[in-house]
């Protein structure tokens, strides 16, 4: 499993139950990057989706609420959630939020971040991946600007 997303200079993800900000580079990298692939995230955020499920992805929710969910399947706990993974061929993201993020970090091994260089004052955090020993940087892209932000496309590994 593979861990995307995007995270400014504080380790911050998120804020009032949102991303930090819209960034259009970030988004056509997520929507291309996990395109025919299967997306694993909390009740929350698919609820955040403005157009539900995902087009052209498997959608797949882990939440507490066994609720079903029209366009996803729905696991109440990561055990069978990990079952139902183990048996797909595609591959997976873990699309967040927070606590989704932390309870499935132990099981990837490999994280895609977009680094924002900027702090927004966020209210949810990410572990420092770049600075801790289980992790190594794979790949950097170049610094780009979009909507006025300076980020970059980092790819660690599990070591």
Not at 138 to 158: C, D, M, Q, W, Y
Request: aromatic fraction near 10%; charge should be neutral.
């Amino acid at each position: 499993m593979t861990i995307i997303l995007v995270m400014d200079n504080d380790c911050a993800i998120g804020k009032n139950g949102d991303l930090l900000y819209r960034l259009p580079e970030d988004m056509k990298h997520f929507r291309e990057t996990t395109k025919n692939s299967t997306v694993i995230m909390g009740r929350k955020t698919y609820e955040s989706f403005p157009k539900r499920p995902l087009p052209d992805r498997e959608n797949l929710v882990l939440s507490r609420n066994s609720k079903k969910i029209d366009g996803a399947r729905v696991f109440s706990d990561i055990k069978s959630l990990l079952k139902y993974a183990d048996s797909l061929e595609n591959r997976m993201f873990v699309i967040g939020g927070g606590e989704i993020y932390k309870q499935l970090l132990p099981y990837c091994d490999e994280a895609l971040i977009t680094r924002v260089y900027e702090s927004f004052g966020g209210d949810v955090f990410f572990s420092d991946i770049e600075h801790d020993p289980e992790w190594e940087l794979a790949e950097a892209s170049p610094v780009i600007e979009t909507n006025g932000k300076n980020i970059r496309f980092l790819r660690f590994l599990r070591k």
